[in-house]
Nanobody, 124 residues
Framework: QVHLVESGGGLVQAGGSLRLSCAAS????????MGWFRQAAGKERDIVAGIPWLGDYTYYADAVKGRFFIFRDNSKNTIDLQMTNLKPGDTAVYYC?????????????????WGQGTQVTVAS
């Protein structure tokens, strides 16, 4: 059973930074692509960043390119999202997700496991 737990959310002023962390368990012997998604109130859940099992490339949504950075450490089963120059529009619940595939997908429906989410609020 795969279990994902996010941490690191909170309240930050615009222009500030936060680092989200996702601790994964139950992945031993499997190879998963990982993604960070976010869902603002009243909106759909959209991908923010993704990284394949090998970590040989990264994907970022246009809205966060150059500001957010995704990292993974397969030896520790952690996936971090470093967020810089945060904007009020980044306010959302952020979710970590695992996909039973070597490659990233943009679609939330193609991810098999989800964390419980962590709230990020950016004040103007």
């Amino acid at each position: 059973q795969v279990h994902l737990v996010e941490s690191g959310g909170g309240l930050v002023q615009a222009g500030g930074s936060l680092r989200l962390s996702c601790a994964a368990s139950g992945l031993a012997g499997s190879r998963y692509a990982m993604g960070w998604f976010r869902q603002a109130a009243g909106k759909e859940r959209d991908i923010v960043a993704g990284i394949p099992w090998l970590g040989d490339y990264t994907y970022y949504a246009d809205a966060v390119k150059g500001r957010f950075f995704i990292f993974r450490d397969n030896s520790k089963n952690t996936i971090d999202l470093q967020m810089t120059n945060l904007k009020p529009g980044d306010t959302a619940v952020y979710y970590c997700a695992a996909r039973d595939s070597l490659v990233v997908s943009f679609r939330s429906s193609e991810y098999n496991f989800w964390g419980q989410g962590t709230q990020v609020t950016v004040a103007s």
